[in-house]
């Protein structure tokens, strides 16, 4: 079920399409034509509304929906005739496009506020996959990368808990093992386990990059997962939201397309950092055609377990370094 806050940012969007006279009236009227929101959701509105809870969330998400109401990319100042909430439906596949609003069945919204990830994906979908196609492999992605060193750290932190019933071998954890793991390596890491920690972080992401440019070694390979870092589709989409400054973002994400059209991409690169959890650098250097001067996209990706310390599947989230509006493939909307 989404927040208070989700369902904030993306139902008063698709109020603010409808030219209102202020947000007030456009929370009190509860229009129908907004779909797949009931009387519940409204609830939750009147109530965080009246006691001022995310009221920059309301605000700007008015905001941002009535610039697109005006926008010439947008509706050009044409009432909308149905705007489709997705709500907490789950897709009933894998979904390429994070809209979350549908405009007269054409315009695809994603509403993004206070975030600079692009993913959240499973290192095998990531490094192995160039995020193409979802991985059926789930397995503990530090053994598949670096076993040797992840081995060794591991049998030094066993010492360390001092639990018998945990197995020599790290690939023989279960999930009763990690929970012990989880509870007794809660908070930073001691002191005299953090250098060695960093070693193997540096080991994993060095083998995970490497892993990432030979899945992309032929021609165009690295262009194509440039786009689906991107999330760059067939169909364009709008973003509309709020940077981590609290700026407004506005912009429409092209395609593939459009992309080839204007930009040519003259290196992507990926390569380990030393941090204190795995880090895998990426940048992209790409040329503009039309402003004949060269634009970098770069970004980095932390691997780190899901749920704690060796607790979860490791998970790869992607972020973005360089600011939206700045981004090759992204056109800033005005309006």
Known sequence: ?????????????????FGFRDLERAIAARPRYITNVDDEVYDRLDEAYAAGHHREVFEMAYTNGAAFSRAGDGLRGR?????????????????QIPADLRVDHVYLIS?????????????????????AERSKNYGDWFVEVAPRSYQAFYSEVRGRVGDPDLPA????LDQHHRGVLQEALRGRWPAELRPDWKLVAYDIACASADRLLQATSAKGQREEL?????????APYFVLGADMRGEPLRYRVTTPWDFRARYIVKSFDFWGE????PTVRWRADVIDRRLNATRIVDGHVEIRWS????AGAPEAKVYLDTPHHEVAGYEVMFG
Request: hydrophobic share 40%; charged share 20%.
């Open 169 to 172: 071998e790290v690939d023989r």
């Open 111 to 131: 509403c993004k506020y206070g975030s600079n990830i692009l993913h959240n994906a499973s290192p095998w979908h990531l490094f192995s996959g160039a995020l």
């Open 79 to 95: 009432p909308p005739w149905v705007v489709e909430w997705k709500g907490p439906h789950r897709p009933p596949a894998y979904e």
């Open 1 to 17: 079920m989404p927040t208070v806050r989700t369902e904030i940012s993306e139902i008063v969007t698709g109020l603010g399409l």
């Open 307 to 310: 749920h704690g310390k060796f």
């Open 226 to 234: 440039l786009w689906r870092l991107l999330r760059l589709q067939a």
């Open 274 to 277: 030393p941090a204190g959890q």
